[in-house]
């Protein structure tokens, strides 16, 4: 099955955006290039198979609890440090995964890294 991938609102969809036109004008420096790419890898991958072996993914407990709905986090990178992950959730319709956030991993998850983490809003159809 696959998903069609929609990206939150409003910071998410401009980041991208940012990347892409970035990445078109030959403007990108490499660390964008870096995330701009790996982030594309991933978007294909979820929108194939949410639970592809390489992104890893899992439900966050504690922003589940804090958003009253199941938030998922795939893996763009690992390894690395700060290496960046994606947030998302099911919805807002039947075959639709919406991207919530983007942010590197938190580096202490035991001592309420979560908290720092936040999302953002879910567009509103």
């Given amino acids: 099955m696959n998903f069609k991938i929609r990206m939150g609102i409003p910071e998410v969809l401009e980041y991208w955006n940012y990347l892409q036109e970035r990445y078109r004008n030959k403007s990108i420096n490499k660390n964008e290039e870096r995330i701009y790419k790996k982030w594309g890898k991933a978007l294909k991958l979820l929108s194939e198979n949410p639970n592809y072996p390489s992104l890893n993914t899992h439900e966050i407990m504690q922003l589940s609890r804090r958003y009253k709905l199941k ?15 994606m947030y998302w959730v099911y919805g807002p319709n039947k075959n639709d995964i919406t991207i919530i956030g983007l942010e590197p991993h938190p580096e202490d998850k035991k001592n309420g890294a979560y908290d720092a983490i936040n ?7």
């Fill in 71 to 85: 938030v998922w986090q795939s893996y763009l990178e690992n390894k690395t440090s700060k290496a960046m992950r």
């Fill in 119 to 125: 999302l953002s809003n879910l567009p509103l159809d």
